[in-house]
C-alpha cells in the first residue's frame, strides 16, 4: 500500500497517475481509480481488479461513513480491513488537520478521525508522499 497525501487541488491523482506511467514505459497497465467523490464508488470497491488500483479522496468516504451514523471506531476497522483485502492499493487523501478547527462537532469528529486513520495508514503503508503543488515529497 502507498499513501500520498496533501491539500485540496494540489494535483495528487496526476502525480500518482504520472508517476506510474513514467515508471512502465514498456507496457500498458490498466490503471482503476475507485474517487470516492463519486455517487457510485462502494459498488466500485468490490470490483478491485486490475494492474494498479488507486483508492482517491478517501476521506469523502470516512465522511460518508460517519454521515451514515456508523460508530467511530467502526470506521477505523472497515476501511482498513479494505485495504487490508487490496494489499497493493494507492491510497490518496486530503490533508484535513490544518487551518481553522471547525465549529460543527461532525466536522471535528470527521477531521479527527480522518487524521487518526492516516496515522495508522503511513505506519502500514510501503511509501508515504506529501504533494504540494503538484510535486511529490518523500515521507518514508
Given at each position: 500500500m502507498e499513501?500520498?497525501?496533501g491539500g485540496f487541488a494540489q494535483g495528487k491523482l496526476e502525480y500518482v497517475k504520472r508517476r506510474y506511467n513514467e515508471n512502465q514505459k514498456t507496457e500498458k497497465l490498466f490503471?482503476?481509480?475507485i474517487d470516492c467523490a463519486d455517487s457510485h464508488y462502494k459498488k466500485m470497491l468490490l470490483e478491485t481488479e486490475c494492474d494498479v488500483l488507486i483508492l482517491n479522496h478517501l476521506h469523502l468516504w470516512v465522511r460518508d461513513l460517519l454521515d451514515e451514523g456508523?460508530?467511530?471506531e467502526k470506521i477505523q476497522t472497515t476501511i482498513?480491513?479494505?485495504i487490508k483485502s487490496n494489499p497493493?492499493?494507492?491510497?490518496i487523501c486530503d490533508e484535513l488537520g490544518n487551518g481553522i478547527v471547525p465549529i460543527k462537532k461532525q466536522e471535528r469528529i470527521w477531521r479527527e478521525q480522518t487524521g487518526r486513520l492516516m496515522i495508522e495508514l503511513a505506519k502500514q503503508a510501503e511509501r508515504v508522499e506529501r504533494i504540494l503543488c503538484g510535486l511529490g515529497q518523500r515521507l518514508k
Open positions: 499513501l500520498y497525501i490503471v482503476k481509480v456508523m460508530e467511530e482498513l480491513s479494505w497493493d492499493v494507492i491510497v
